[in-house]
């Protein structure tokens, strides 16, 4: 049996739900790893908690930069719930130098907890860290939709995407396309290893059964799991819907879940989207339900007919909402970009015109007209696939320690 102690760095990444996921769905993988496979796995969440004299000014001037303990505490209870066993420890985090509760780097921290292995390091505060690391880049929209950033964020993501290339040997990428965007715009001397694309669900997932009556959704249904951000595309979508019950499916819903608030890098996006409901006469057809418990998403996304994913960007195939819904056999219909098209239309992934409302109407038509007809068990489904998933971070962790 193989001992192994992984470090799971959480800076950067428990400010979003993406990145939680992300960290969570590694820690699953692993824990799988030690009941099924030859393994003996010790993980650590490693959260970074800010010197005290910085938080202090913060609070004094009202700045609370990304709140941290909504942050801390909607990480670990993520955690609690799909892998409790992991203990949670905390650095300090002083500007650019990295202490944890007792004065001491990083690196000592690692050491002390005999960590063989640290990732996903998503910052460059690093560069001398003893410990084997892997380098993580979500993606590059910025390279594709720079419109929607400021300057000074175009500016330190390319400046901190440099540094990184300059001081990591190893990266993992969630999808071909990042790891083709990163070997193009920042070449270099590194590795890249590429997740497969194998979405699985935890069973608390698998055995969701959630009373979400209160929400008054009708019986047929259409579901989109985005933030309101301009990229994610809900304004297609919307206008899909209006061509959708034109063509008299009048019973038909489309439930959006997420905060409705205005995108920073577009103040009336959310204004822009009410106003098409209104105008499109569309006010007793979509559900904004808001920012929702997870599990209750997990039971609409599994009485949905099926997910759309409308976003015109993503560092992975259809992004967290569809790998929520592939893992539980869901169908979904993906905008066609690029790094969704790295997954073929099958009987659970469709592609429709990212630009085309009237594509992705035709294409929920054909989802109402036609039933689920797959052969095997989403059990079947998900031992496959975080099976496949296990192979690949092990070989990468095992990799990376032998040639570090």
Known sequence: MKNLTVALLADGLYTWDGGTDFLSNIACVLQYAN?????NIKMYLVLPREYYPIRLARHLIKKLDLDEKSNIERVTSVFNVLCPEVPVVFYRKHIKKIYDDRGKSLDEKL???GADICFPVLRDFYPELKTPWIGYIADF????????????TLDYR???????????RFFIATSQSVKDDLEEYYPGDYKVFVEPFAPFAPDTFINCNVDISKYKLPERYFIISNQFWVHKNHITAIRAMRHLLDLGYNDVGLVCTGRMYSDDRDGEYC???????NELD???????????????????IKDAVALIQ??????DPGGCSVYNAYSLLVPSIMANIRVNNEVGDSELIKHFDAKSAEDLADKMKEMLNSSRNISYSVEEHNDRNIHVLADFYLGMIEEVIKTY
């Open 158 to 168: 390319e400046n901190n995407s440099k540094k990184q290339v300059q001081n990591t």
């Open 271 to 277: 204004n822009e989207i009410m106003n098409l409901v």
């Open 310 to 315: 409308p976003s015109l960007f993503e560092g």
């Open 282 to 300: 569309l006010e007793r057809n979509i559900y904004f339900v808001g920012f929702i418990p997870k599990m209750d998403q997990i039971q609409m």
């Open 35 to 39: 009941m099924h496979l030859d393994y």
């Open 141 to 152: 929209q910025e390279k594709y939709l720079p419109e929607l950033f400021d300057q000074v």
């Open 111 to 113: 050491h002390e907890i």
